[in-house]
């Protein structure tokens, strides 16, 4: 059983930047795949960003793309989610995820991931 939390979300104007955290518990951090995700009121979970176990690989979304850069520190059992130039359409509760999946380096499928944290919002103001 992996535990996650996230923190970081809050209200930030359109343009601005907002730092999110994801603390695991347990030894095996380095062995998973992480990934975000965000669901907006009424709308399906939808893929963030992801990144491999050691950090090298990583891939987004094409909505996020160039905007939001997904990192990790395996010593700090911690993964972050950079989100800049924020819009107003980035509003929703964002998660991070694990998945053991140890065939692929990376993984935008939400069913790949067997692990999520509670979430933590995210609002943007026009």
């Known amino acids: 059983q992996v535990q996650l939390v996230e923190s970081g979300g809050g209200l930030v104007q359109a343009g601005g930047s907002l730092r999110l955290s994801c603390a695991a518990s347990?030894?095996?951090?380095?062995?998973?795949?992480m990934g975000w995700f965000r669901q907006a009121p009424g709308k399906e979970r939808e893929f963030v960003a992801t990144?491999?176990?050691?950090?090298?690989?990583?891939d987004y979304a094409n909505s996020v793309k160039g905007r939001f850069t997904i990192s990790r520190d395996n010593a700090k059992n911690t993964v972050y989610l950079q989100m800049d130039s924020l819009k107003p359409e980035d509003t929703a509760v964002y998660y991070c995820?694990?998945?053991?999946?140890?065939?692929?380096?990376?993984?935008?499928?939400?069913?790949?991931?067997?692990?999520w944290g509670q979430g933590t919002q995210v609002t943007v103001s026009s």
């Open positions: 995820a694990v998945s053991r999946d140890f065939y692929y380096d990376v993984t935008s499928d939400v069913r790949a991931y067997n692990y």
């Open positions: 990144i491999s176990r050691s950090g090298t690989v990583t």
């Open positions: 347990g030894r095996s951090f380095g062995s998973y795949i």
